[in-house]
Nanobody, 120 residues
């Protein structure tokens, strides 16, 4: 059972940056496609970004393009979501999830989330 842990959330002003991390207690994540999702209050969960396991191809939801970057560390134990130029609409609980297949084919493991609040 893969246990994912997110970190890096917090309160940031509009225009600021945060880097979220997703790790699995030191277990390698290179076998998994890793996705970042978010759920804002009163809204459904939505996908934000994903990185495949085979070739590290990346995908972004439209509002994240040009502002967010998903990446893996060299040891392949952590996946990051660098978020720049944050907006109040980015306020949400952010979850990372792992798929045994590929991005877009459903996630098998989920973390408990980290809260990102963008407010002045």
């Amino acid at each position: 059972q893969l246990q994912l842990v997110e970190s890096g959330g917090g309160l940031v002003q509009p225009g600021g940056s945060l880097r979220l991390s997703c790790a699995a207690n030191g277990s390698p994540l290179d076998y998994y496609a890793i996705g970042w999702f978010r759920q804002a209050p009163g809204k459904e969960r939505e996908g934000v970004s994903c990185i495949n396991n085979s070739d590290d191809t990346t995908y972004y939801e439209d509002s994240a393009k040009g502002r967010f970057t998903i990446s893996r560390d060299n040891a392949k134990t952590t996946v990051y979501l660098q978020m720049n130029n944050l907006k109040p609409d980015d306020t949400a609980v952010y979850y990372c999830a792992a798929s045994l297949t590929f991005c877009g084919y459903g996630m098998h493991y989920w973390g408990k989330g980290t809260l990102v609040t963008v407010s002045s």
